[in-house]
């Protein structure tokens, strides 16, 4: 069971890096991969519930990250065990129909953005009762934070003020570092400055776990 997660700020060059890199397992190590965004989404956006699957993607597509104005402590703890759920049924979908035949499995984005940026998702809870809720969901085997100053995310794109990506960076740098010390699978943390250096270092991390 092979299960990757890239995490980072809006502009850090994640899904850059993503998809290079999975090209590189595709061919150079001749496995497949099936790519996830955020979740396992055997559930649909909530607002597919009301909108359809499609004219909620459209919806979701054209509005910036972390816009959302709900401040209800119900409609947020709806919303997050809603998705909880999506992560629990959906890693063993995931599992039998994808790990166990041996595809590589990579999400671009994963759980930690419920803990670090739960706005993102319109959820406003107390990070440390999401946190708590991460026990119940199987510890990918890589899981890797991309970031970069603020000033560089900022000329790659114009999403979020410089003070939103310090804070963001930085609640990612330490979670990843506390969980690196305590977890069993591999947490890191990459400078994404050059792509060829990035890549790289990601690959030599994959190779661990192969």
């Known amino acids: 069971m092979k299960v990757i997660t890239f995490s980072g700020v809006d502009g850090a060059g994640k899904t850059t890096i993503l998809r290079e890199f999975t090209q590189i397992v595709e061919e150079k190590y001749n496995l497949k991969v099936k790519e996830l965004r955020h979740r396992p989404s055997m559930l649909p956006i909530l607002s597919a519930i009301i909108y359809g699957k499609k004219k909620a993607s459209e919806k979701s ?35 039998f129909k994808y790990s166990r035949k041996g595809v590589v499995v990579i999400y671009d984005r994963y759980y930690f953005d419920f803990i670090n940026d739960s706005r993102r998702c319109n959820i406003d809870l107390n990070k440390k009762f999401i946190i708590f809720f991460y026990k119940l969901i199987s510890e990918p085997n890589l899981n890797i934070f991309l970031y970069a100053s603020p000033e560089i995310i900022l000329s790659r794109k114009k999403e979020l003020d410089a003070a939103t990506i310090e804070m963001l960076t930085n609640d990612y740098l330490e979670l990843f570092a506390e969980y690196s010390k305590e977890k069993n699978q591999i947490y890191q943390s990459i400078e994404n400055i050059h792509k060829s250096e990035t890549l790289n270092l990601v690959e030599e991390l994959f190779k661990k776990i192969i």
């Not at 910036?64 to 979908?93: A, C, E, H």
């Open 61 to 95: 597509m054209e509005k910036l990250p972390r816009t959302g104005t709900n401040k209800s402590k119900i409609s947020s703890y709806f919303r997050f065990f809603y998705y909880l759920i999506d992560y629990i049924i959906g890693q063993w979908v995931v599992y």
